[in-house]
């Protein structure tokens, strides 16, 4: 198993790009989640999903859109990227509530 | 979820026990004590989890106090691939979102 896999591993934005950061996971688990770490802070959720078709905000969810159509893919869409979304973001899941979720290796997201 | 509280910075010789405590004096009944650690850029790693009993497994043991307000992660015998930030975790098991609140955490560093 790959586990969670996510791309890209960098990426560096303008000022009201768009880009879509793609996870996907090979484990059948029904939760995923989207979390967003900036410089020596702990992680913030923004969005989670139990289940395709299913999807609710986290902690932090302005500025981002996210789907799931797929038990294996939770793609995060920033529509207007701002500098304040210069973060390293990290995609996780599990297979059921309470189990450890597994986390992807994060993608470092620079706005200028 | 109940808030925790955790030292910021620890140091631990290699080969030594490595302690690590955590204080969550407002813990409810359902809520479970997690610890995740984070090697530096990589997504976190799960570690262990317990809700009263003591637990051990290939990584650690966790040990909870009877009244549950403390516990403390030990990592028998530390190793330099042990450096890394533990963050401990209190929250409710089914929750339906299974949201993950990482806070500061501690930063251990594991001396030769």
């Known amino acids: 198993n790959a586990g969670v896999t996510q791309t890209p591993k960098f990426r560096i934005l303008k000022i009201g790009q768009s880009m879509t950061l793609q996870c996907t996971q090979d484990?059948?688990?029904?939760?995923m989640y989207w979390y967003r770490q900036d410089p020596g802070m702990g992680l913030k959720l923004i969005y989670y999903?139990?289940?395709?078709?299913?999807?609710d905000k986290g902690e932090v969810p302005n500025g981002y859109n996210v789907s799931r159509s797929t038990t294996e893919d939770f793609p995060l869409r920033l529509e207007l990227a701002a500098p304040s979304q210069t973060s390293v973001y990290f995609c996780?899941?599990?297979?059921?509530?309470?189990?450890?979720?597994?986390f992807g290796p994060g993608t470092r997201l620079t706005v200028l | 979820d109940a808030k925790t509280t955790q030292p910021t910075s620890m140091d631990c010789a290699e080969g030594r026990a490595a302690n690590l405590p955590c204080n969550h004096s407002?813990?409810?009944?359902?809520?479970?004590v997690y610890w995740y650690r984070q090697i530096h850029s990589q997504g976190p790693q799960y570690i262990i989890h317990?809700?009263?009993n003591n637990e051990t497994n290939e990584m650690a043991s966790l040990i909870i106090t009877e009244d549950r307000k403390s516990s403390t992660l030990i990592l028998p015998h530390a190793t330099l691939r042990d450096t890394a930030v533990y963050y401990c975790?209190?929250?409710?098991?089914?929750?339906?979102?299974?949201?993950?609140?990482f806070g500061g955490g501690t930063r251990l560093m594991v001396k030769p």
């Open positions: 996780a899941s599990t297979r059921t509530s309470g189990s450890e979720q597994f």
């Open positions: 484990m059948n688990h029904n939760y």
């Open positions: 999903s139990v289940g395709a078709g299913i999807t």
């Open positions: 407002t813990i409810s009944g359902n809520e479970y």
């Open positions: 317990g809700l009263k």
């Open positions: 975790i209190v929250r409710v098991a089914n929750n339906a979102g299974n949201m993950l609140t």
